[in-house]
């Protein structure tokens, strides 16, 4: 059965997930039981690492790592599911200055009050091998928007920070979630870390002052990466649906076709979170995409952004989901 294939009890380490998958892939039989359903790119250019937001005004506006010569690229919809147009504005001219200005990565916008926060990922000035993660803001959701000059998030040591995303929980209380980019110092090997000692690349949970910008205490650890996950663990994404804190990450490494879209879930936002059996998307499954990965689910569970490789690099792709319980499926 299919499902089975991906299960991550039958995955023990990253060398026999990629054997196991390369048969399930020379299968026939295993390829019949898959679903390869054709999906077109919502927005068809280099688009990657997604977030979106529905604005006050009922316009959908989506927001990608840089690439054509923006930092943060944009595009807006009258709807999650298109049409998508491509946007010219630069929200990010000017990274903070704790930052060399490279590498603005897998940005994300929520709304505070009413300001316009963006999350993002940058090029550390110092420790120019690794990234952190900044703020800033706008009174208008397209900016361009203003850098605080501190960062939230680095921990240098420990291989920087990277991809951030928000999240406002039911008592009012903001979050940003983030991972701890370990692989950045790994060993080598796939994306850096699969030959020993292998490095943690936890997910890490902030909490935010009601600015949303300023943090509250230290990060707390809510999942790590184990061996089904390969290198690595990335691209958090956390939303609440009917009571269940739903954690969605990307395992393994984006340039290779083991990327998926993987999730956890918890009854308490701080966690224990529990991976779920199989992930969510793989290449080929449930779509015939490769690479399927650094996802945002739409606050309300219903909707999902995500990027897989096409021919311009890795465009933006979306699809509906269902959150039933613990469990989250492609309809
Ligand atoms: C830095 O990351 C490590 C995981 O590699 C984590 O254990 C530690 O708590 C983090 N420190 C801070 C200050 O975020
Ligand atoms: C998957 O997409 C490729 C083109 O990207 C196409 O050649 C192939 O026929 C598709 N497979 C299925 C099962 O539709």
């Known amino acids: 059965m299919a499902p089975s294939l991906f299960n991550r009890t039958m995955l023990p380490s990253f060398l026999s997930a990629s054997l196991l998958f ?6 026939p039989s295993e390829r019949l039981q898959s679903r390869e359903t054709n999906l077109d790119p919502a927005i068809n250019i280099n688009f990657p690492d997604p ?8 316009t959908w506006y989506a927001f990608a790592t840089n690439g054509n010569g923006k930092n943060v690229q944009s595009a807006s919809a009258p709807s999650i599911s298109g049409p998508w147009t491509v946007l010219s504005n630069d929200l990010l001219p000017t990274v903070g200055a704790w930052s060399n200005g490279a590498n603005v990565w897998a940005p994300d916008v929520r709304i505070i009050g009413s300001t316009y926060v963006l999350y993002y990922t940058a090029t550390d000035a110092a420790s120019t091998n690794q990234h952190c993660v900044g703020t800033a803001t706008s009174d208008t959701i397209l900016g361009p928007y203003t850098p605080q000059s501190d960062t939230i998030a680095c921990n240098i040591t420990a291989g920087g920070a990277i991809d951030p995303s928000g999240f406002t929980d039911t008592d009012g209380t903001h979050y940003v979630v983030y991972k701890v980019d370990g692989n950045s110092v790994g060993h080598g090997g796939s994306c ?27 990060p707390i650890e809510l999942l790590d990466r184990g061996d089904a996950d390969g290198p690595l663990i990335e691209a958090p994404r956390l939303i609440l649906v009917n009571g269940v ?85 492609i309809p």
Request: glycine share 10%; charged share 10%.
């Open 192 to 218: 850096g870390n699969t030959v020993a000692p292998i490095v943690p690349t936890p997910l890490m949970l902030q909490q935010l002052a009601a600015d949303g910008i300023t943090p509250v205490g230290s």
């Open 51 to 58: 977030a979106a937001l529905l604005d006050t005004d009922g």
């Open 22 to 27: 390369g048969a399930a892939l020379s299968s």
């Open 245 to 329: 804190y739903v954690l969605f990450f990307s395992s393994n490494c984006y340039s290779t076709t083991l990327y998926d879209i993987s999730y956890a879930t918890a009854s308490s936002v701080k966690g224990p979170y529990t991976k779920s059996s199989a992930p969510l998307a793989v290449t080929g499954n449930p779509f015939n995409l490769t690479a399927p990965g650094g996802s945002t689910a739409t606050a309300d569970g219903k909707n999902m952004v995500f990027h897989a490789n096409c021919e311009a690099g890795r465009c933006m792709y979306e699809t509906t989901i269902t959150v039933s319980g613990t469990t989250v499926s």
